[in-house]
C-alpha cells in the first residue's frame, strides 16, 4: 500500500511539473504598435491599456512596444509595413484603407454615418461589412476591434445655422478628398493649407472657418479665434486597432485570444474616452463665448448625392445599400 501511495505521489508530481514546465515553455512575444498620435493623446493612452492588458491575460508572455508620434513612419508606411508583417500592429481608419482597396474610401465620405455607432453597424451586421473583413486578411491585415475617433466639426467667424449660411465661407480643408467635397458640395470655398498655418490664418480672417474633430479644435485652441462652432458632423472618424495576419497567425491560442481581449478592452476605453471629452469640451467651448449650432444635416447629405452617385458609377451599391441599411 506505502508503495502504491508512492507511486502516485511521485506521477502527481510530475505531471504537475510537466503543466508548469508546458506553461513556461510558451514563447514570450514582443508586439510593435504604431501611430501617429503623440503621447498627450487619447490614442495613447488607450495603447497603454492595450499593453497592460495583453501581459496579464498571457500571463506575460505578450509584451507591446507603444511607438506614438509617426517614430516608424506616416500611417501609409505603417499600414503597409503590417500588411507585409515587419509591424505587428498599427492603427487605421477605415476610409484609409480605401488607399489599397478603393472601394472602403466611403467610410470617409461626408455625411455618410449617422454617428459612429451606424458605421459599426454596417461593418459588423451587415454582410457587406463582414466582406471587408475578408478582403482585408487576405491582404495580412487582420482587425481585432475598431474605435471611435471623433467627428469632424466646423467653426467660423459666422454664425452657421444652415446649409444657406456655408454659401461663399472660405473654410480652411486638409487636402483630402473627402473634406474637399464636403467644402465644395455644401457652398463653401475649399481653402487647402498647411496645418500649422491654420490658427493665425483665422485670427486674421485670412480664411473664415475649418473643420475638425473638438479634440482638435481644443487642442489648438482655435475657439481662441473663432465664435462659432457648427456641429455639422460630416466626417466620422474610426480607428480600426490592426494585427498583422502573419503575426497573429504565430502566435500560441492563448495568445491570439490575449491579444484579441485585450485590444476590445482598449478599444471600448478609446471610444468611451472620446466621447466624454466631446461632451466635456462643447461646455467648455462655450464658457470661452463660442457659440454652438446645430444646423440640420439632411440638405448638407442631399447635397453630398453627386459624390455618392459617382462612388456607385466606378465601385457599385453594395456599400451605399448596407449603409442604407444599417440606418434603420
Given at each position: 500500500m506505502k508503495r502504491t501511495l508512492a507511486v502516485l505521489l511521485i506521477a502527481v508530481v510530475l505531471f504537475s511539473l510537466a503543466g508548469i514546465a508546458g506553461a513556461s515553455a510558451e514563447k514570450n512575444v514582443t508586439l510593435k504598435i504604431g501611430f501617429q498620435a503623440n503621447t498627450s493623446s487619447n490614442e495613447y493612452k488607450a495603447a497603454e491599456l492595450l499593453a497592460q492588458k495583453a501581459n496579464e491575460y498571457s500571463n506575460g508572455t505578450l509584451t507591446v512596444e507603444i511607438f506614438p508620434g509617426g517614430q516608424l513612419g506616416d500611417d501609409r508606411a505603417m499600414i503597409d509595413q503590417v500588411a507585409a508583417g515587419a509591424l505587428d500592429m498599427v492603427y487605421a481608419e477605415t476610409g484609409r484603407l480605401g488607399l489599397w482597396i478603393p472601394e472602403l474610401e466611403i467610410f470617409g465620405y461626408p455625411f455618410a454615418f449617422d454617428d459612429f455607432d451606424h458605421l459599426m453597424r454596417t461593418l459588423t451586421e451587415t454582410e457587406y461589412g463582414q466582406g471587408i473583413y475578408a478582403q482585408l486578411e487576405q491582404?495580412?491585415?487582420?482587425?481585432?476591434?475598431?474605435?471611435?475617433?471623433?467627428?469632424?466639426?466646423?467653426?467660423s467667424n459666422k454664425k452657421i445655422e444652415s446649409i444657406e449660411d456655408m454659401a461663399g465661407l472660405k473654410l480652411r480643408v486638409p487636402n483630402a478628398e473627402a473634406n474637399l467635397a464636403f467644402a465644395k458640395y455644401s457652398g463653401a470655398a475649399a481653402t487647402p493649407m498647411a496645418f500649422a498655418e491654420v490658427y493665425?490664418?483665422?485670427?486674421?480672417?485670412?480664411?473664415?472657418g475649418q473643420e475638425n474633430p473638438l479634440s482638435t479644435i481644443d487642442a489648438q485652441k482655435f475657439y481662441e479665434v473663432q465664435p462659432y462652432c457648427a456641429l455639422t458632423g460630416h466626417i466620422i472618424n474610426d480607428n480600426n486597432y490592426i494585427i498583422s495576419k502573419f503575426v497573429y497567425d504565430k502566435l500560441s491560442p492563448a495568445q491570439?485570444?490575449?491579444?484579441?481581449?485585450?485590444?476590445?478592452?482598449?478599444?471600448?476605453?478609446?471610444?468611451?474616452?472620446?466621447?466624454?471629452?466631446?461632451?466635456?469640451?462643447?461646455?467648455k467651448f462655450a464658457e470661452n463665448g463660442m457659440t454652438i449650432t446645430t444646423p440640420d444635416k439632411a440638405p448638407f447629405r442631399a447635397a453630398c448625392a453627386p459624390m455618392y452617385d459617382e462612388y456607385v458609377k466606378e465601385f457599385g451599391d453594395a456599400a451605399v445599400k448596407a449603409i442604407e441599411e444599417a440606418r434603420k
Open positions: 491582404r495580412g491585415w487582420k482587425v481585432l476591434a475598431n474605435a471611435y475617433n471623433g467627428t469632424r466639426q466646423t467653426t493665425l490664418s483665422l485670427k486674421t480672417n485670412a480664411v473664415d491570439q485570444e490575449a491579444i484579441t481581449k485585450a485590444t476590445v478592452e482598449a478599444a471600448e476605453f478609446h471610444t468611451n474616452t472620446f466621447k466624454a471629452d466631446e461632451e466635456a469640451l462643447l461646455a
